[in-house]
């Protein structure tokens, strides 16, 4: 974009949304280089439009359109696959003004927020009437809605509740070609594609979710947290088998590795025990007496593959510190490593011990740390590569291992993400999923929402070698 | 070429195609009658890559394909526009892969839901649906017409229960959507995309399920109130509630009666499954709540077979007048509007006809029986009660009646301004529109 045309481009934008929803100056822009994707590529954006509703958002689409300017939609900023990267540059639209609740219907048991409003700002406003939106993505204190449609956003509460497209029902959609559009709805079974189904986990790539209308469930009646301790990570992957294979669906089941139970506790003091190679976090929810059942199915599943110790938590008190290990982790990284790169991929459980094998392998073979804190009840890993970027290969030995265990875990049976997105890290990884046949599928939706290819350009689909995308 | 050239033509290439034997002509394919139209063939393939074959003949002369499960929901949609081939899947019935501790199973969409859950309950598990008429229904049938039953009120509906899937397109190519595990965020979900799409975008040829612990015990409470929305606010507060039923079915008198409930009023039927003393518990909540409230609660004995009937409703039990007008109809309104909705469409039909509801009340998904004695006032009462459901914000749709009476019906209601893109994507799914044409969405016109 000429410097003529880029001042043209944001006077408009003025007029729309006022003079302190545009950002123009280059020192400004540098703050919208990347997202939390950190590693791979940073580009500036042209400009940056903040506006304060929909019919806004429709405005500023509909002249990008006609002047054939890329957008590219962002919430907060918390992806870890860069989709709010502007890699072609073009006008990126931040919707963190957009932060109002509209509707809490408890009758109904649906919220409507706008798309910039913060995960756990829902919790806030539903719990004081009894309900809770279950989607709990580890940025859930900072990343939006909008965005945890886009990127299908999990969280450790996924493994009973299911990830964000199970929760939404209807959002509003303004189309890249400024058409303001609304997909799914309250009304269920309502006949048509499920146009809402495709657009979560559509990465801003479809157009840009300005109003979300998402499903609460009655606050459960009891909770109880189990710390299990195990000597070794195999021990702790077969117990988390056999609690699944004994029907227990946790609410949560969280692997620790020793490396980050040591960092974790220096930091957060939780009570983990150094010395154990993995320690299980597994909470229950639901009614006092099934929870009361479950937790002694629990117990015999860890007692039988070898579990050390077993704490469960007396207190509200000693919930919080036994989660505070587990939510400090990403905190913690930073006293384990000077860089990381934080990997996200999912394995049947049933593989979990063996591929977790592999990676330790793959990191010696390397000599990169790789330590580890996931999803384990189902089956998704966020292996954390370990480098340090002033010394020279070391980034590119982590790059490496990080492509090996991509591999190992589709050889698994398993995919190439569970709740971060493909947004540009994964894109070239998409292929050992899908076979070219199957991403042209994919892209007949994109012909149709975004003939012109102006939406958040670049993402998911590998179009350009990773070459590229490394520059 | 006349007609009868092509079809010998079409007869012919198929069989040289996929062999003799698993192409059925004459009183063959007259069995695969959909709503009044009969094909020229019906074919059976053996694997996927026949299908595929079969498709690709098919596309080549844009003929119409309607892809056949257990054909036990046939009657849904409306008549095909044009109808060549009957695509039978029943030999594609085999487990592909199943492991209990993943619970998931990877299955071909031929297989009868009754089959796989046998299959599911050896290792105490199962696929947590309930559709009517699951003892014809296969999965993939079950999936293109997203059907469920009242256990979604726990469970979900056959989006939340599909993690994976293996089409055929119209053309013959063979691709997939979504992973075989349970947590997946790699690009477009189109698995959401083909369930409910009633095999207009593609023939679907393997699903992955996500499946869930068969419960250790489950019991059932029968709750009668004075009025309808006496039973609905019960229904309210157990939904809003710590409690997690599996079933929140509101009935009114007629469909109770058809259900085998004796001295049926306005009924609620509440049902809970999992750890045996969890479901007592709740079980005696819900007496509390009902006697709270003024209604008369009982537990439900033998209640296998209300279960049963309830699933089946209103599919079964049918009319045994077969001159009788008889439509069945599903519809969908929010939740808090249940009641509101089942004394609406009653009022608007008086006059026409008899309707039995039921609404599975966590969801607003009503489900119901007109009859009338002729086909004027069925047409009649169905426009009335889509009126006075569309009057509430909700929709409704016909889900069988007699032959004849269907041409004149509106089958899918009023379409929403969406449609236009869902047009452009089954154009770009299937330029040719051969697959289900006419039945549910077309191309753009």
Known sequence: MTPAARDRLAQTFREIVGDDGVISSPDELRVYECDALTTHHRAMPDLVVLPGGTDQVAAVVRRCANEDVPIVPRGAGTGLSGGAIPVRGGVLIVLTRMDRILDVDAANRTATVEAGCVNLAINRAVIPRGFFFAPDPASQQASTIGGNVAENAGGPHCLKYGATTNHVVGARVVLPDGEIAAFGGRLADRPGYDLMGVFVGSEGTLGICTEVTVRLLPLPQAVKTLLAVFRTIDDASNAVSEIIARGIIPVALEMIDQETTRAVEAYAKAGYPLDAGAVLLIELEGLQAEIATEAVEVETACRANACLDLKVARSEAERTLLWKGRKSAAGAFGRMTRNYYHQDAVVPRTKLAAVLREIAAIGERYGVRVPNVFHAGDGNIHPLLCYDARVPGQFERAMAAGDEIMRCCIRAGGTVSGEHGIGIEKRDYLRLMYSDEDLAVMRRIQTVLDPRGRCNPGKIFPEMGYAEVRA | ?445
């Open chain 2, 1 to 445: 070429m006349t007609v009868v050239q092509a079809a010998a033509r079409l007869v012919e290439a198929l069989r040289e195609t996929l062999g003799a034997d698993s192409v059925l002509t004459g009183v063959g394919a007259a069995a695969y009658r959909v709503l009044g139209a009969e094909p020229t063939a019906a074919v059976l393939p053996r694997e996927e890559a026949d299908v595929s074959r079969a498709l690709a003949v098919a596309f080549r002369d844009g003929l119409g394909v309607v892809p056949w499960g257990g054909g036990a929901h046939q009657s849904l949609g409306r008549p095909p526009r044009r109808y060549d081939v009957a695509l039978d899947l029943r030999h594609l019935n085999r487990v592909v892969a199943y492991e209990p501790a993943d619970m998931t199973a990877t299955v071909q969409a031929g297989i009868r839901l009754a089959d796989l859950q046998q299959r599911l309950g050896g290792a105490g598990q199962f696929w947590p649906l309930d559709p009517p008429l699951a003892d014809r229904a296969t999965v993939g049938g079950i999936v293109a017409a997203s059907l469920a039953g009242p256990l979604r009120c726990r469970y979900g509906s056959v989006r939340d229960l599909v993690l994976g899937v293996r089409v055929a397109h119209a053309d013959g190519t063979v691709t997939k959507a979504g992973s075989r595990v349970v947590k997946n965020a790699t690009a477009y979900d189109l698995t959401k995309l083909y369930a409910g799409s009633y095999g207009t975008l593609g023939v679907l040829l393997e699903t992955t399920l996500r499946l869930q612990p068969r419960p250790a015990a489950e019991r059932g409470w029968l709750l009668k109130g004075a009025t309808i929305e006496q039973c609905h606010d019960a229904a309210t507060r157990i939904l809003g509630s710590h409690l997690a039923p599996n079933r929140v079915e509101l009935l009114d008198e007629a469909c109770a009666d058809g259900c085998g409930i004796p001295q049926a009023g306005s009924t609620l039927i509440v049902s809970f499954a999992g750890v045996g003393e969890a479901v007592r518990d709740q079980g005696e909540s819900v007496q509390t709540l009902a006697r709270d409230l003024g209604l008369n609660a009982a537990e439900i004995e033998n209640p296998g077979r209300i279960w049963r009937a309830l699933q089946d409703f209103p599919w079964r039990p049918a009319g045994t007048d077969t001159a009788e007008q008889r439509v069945l109809w599903r519809g969908s309104v929010l939740p808090s509007d249940c009641a509101k909705a089942m004394h609406a469409v009653r009022d608007a039909v008086s006059g026409c006809g008899e309707v039995a509801i039921a609404a599975t009340a966590s969801h607003g998904v009503l489900r119901g029986a007109l009859r009338a004695t002729t086909s004027e006032l069925a047409a009649r009462g169905v426009a009335a009660a889509r009126e006075a459901l569309t009057a509430l914000g909700g929709f409704l749709v016909v889900m069988e009646s007699p032959e004849a009476l269907r041409a004149t019906l509106d089958v899918w209601g009023p379409v929403p301004a969406e449609v236009k893109w869902m047009r452009q994507i089954r154009s770009a799914f299937d330029a040719k529109a051969i697959l289900n044409p006419g039945r549910f969405i077309d191309a753009t016109p």
